[in-house]
């Protein structure tokens, strides 16, 4: 099975750990890549589901850590690889002045990217009737392992010495969605500020359009090196249907404000992360990404993760075949395109642990 092919069944299918320690960095509920584990396969570090329903009945074991520190990966009972896991980050035994763990602040992601959601509530999340179904934003902050609001100078405190003790190499700030038109740009900008004062480290804000395109302007003068705008999915049906309070801003509005954004982060450094396995085509996701390729907007495809507690929780994931017959042609379109994700400044499409695809562009 080539790299690419296992990396896909893993996200896709999950893996069950033999040694519950080796799932001790797991993060369970909260933004980004939850339920997940940070898994090195030779030379690529992906996020793979541990604490999923798929992942609880996957054919992929992972046993006990031998001498060296790397782990076996066997399915039924014969090898497919041998991994490693990134270790703690010596900044998670910090605190702040006034005791919050620097963890409740910011955490590690794959095994060079900090991230940290600013603000945890989301006008979304916060409706029955609008919240985006595979969201699980307040699930972290209920169960006491973030804050609500983190500060700027709490942000730049925690990626100092991020960078400073365990060389991390680029940030991911993303954000609920506020109650204002400028759809949380204005909270990233103002932390951008603060941390680029204190270290210098490539940044990528996340945020939902925001009204008025001079923000974009606005981010990139507070330090934030490149943006993402994230779809989730692509056709309005599946749209109203999974994220009805999110489908109310539409994906002409989504596209006018990538043309604007393309603009002034230049062409690779605007992205946009993409779900399969929500309800979408793989047709429609290629089309889509067919013009987001040729706008200069990079379409981070990933397998989407049902999150225990999320009214998505049983969703079934996407197969191994279909995440193929998407990031296959996928990384074809890219690499035409002339924006890899290697050359993305910072970011999830830089770090590429959630997909495969980074994977697809090499082949």
Request: proline residues 7%; neutral net charge; charged residues 20%.
């Amino acid at each position: 099975m080539s790299s690419p092919d296992l990396i896909s069944e893993l996200q896709t299918r999950g893996m069950r750990l033999v040694d519950p320690r080796a799932g001790h960095e797991s993060r369970r509920g909260g933004a980004g890549p939850s339920d997940h584990k940070a898994v090195t396969i030779g030379a690529t570090t992906v996020m793979v589901p541990v604490h999923t329903a798929p992942a609880f009945e996957s054919p992929f074991l992972v046993e006990a850590p031998a001498q060296d520190g790397s782990s076996r990966i066997t399915r039924d009972g014969v090898e497919v690889a041998r991994v490693s896991f990134p270790g703690r980050p010596r900044f998670y035994d910090l605190k702040t002045a006034d005791g919050i763990p620097y963890s409740h602040i910011a955490t590690l992601h794959s095994r060079n990217v900090l991230a940290t959601t600013v603000l945890q509530t989301c006008i979304r999340y916060e409706s029955r009737k609008k919240t985006c179904q595979f969201c699980a934003i307040g699930q972290s902050l209920a169960a006491g392992r973030t804050i609500a609001h983190k500060t700027p100078e709490q942000l730049a405190e925690v990626a100092r010495a991020a960078v400073e003790l365990d060389g991390i190499e680029h940030m991911v700030m993303t954000t609920g969605t506020p109650a204002g038109s400028d759809r949380g740009a204005a909270v990233l900008a103002e932390s951008a500020r603060a941390i680029k004062a204190a270290v210098n480290i490539p940044i990528q804000g996340q945020c939902e359009p925001p009204d008025d395109d001079a923000w974009h302007q606005r981010m990139a003068d507070a330090g934030i090196d490149a943006l993402g705008m994230h779809l989730e999915a692509v056709t309005p049906e599946v749209r109203q249907r999974i994220m009805p309070g999110k489908a109310s801003v539409p994906l002409e509005k989504y596209f006018d404000s990538f043309e604007a954004a393309v603009r002034v982060f230049g062409r690779g450094q605007v992205s946009t992360y993409i779900l399969a396995g929500l309800g979408d085509t793989a047709e429609a996701i290629l089309d889509i990404s067919q013009k987001l390729c040729t706008m200069g907007v990079y379409p981070f495809v990933v397998p989407f993760v049902p999150i225990s507690g999320t009214p998505l929780e049983s969703h079934p994931a996407p197969s191994a075949g279909f995440m193929a017959s998407i990031l296959r042609p996928l990384g074809e379109m890219i690499v035409k395109a002339g924006i890899r994700s290697a050359d993305i400044k910072a970011g999830c499409g830089r770090c590429g642990a959630c997909s495969a695809l980074s994977t697809y562009e090499k082949l």
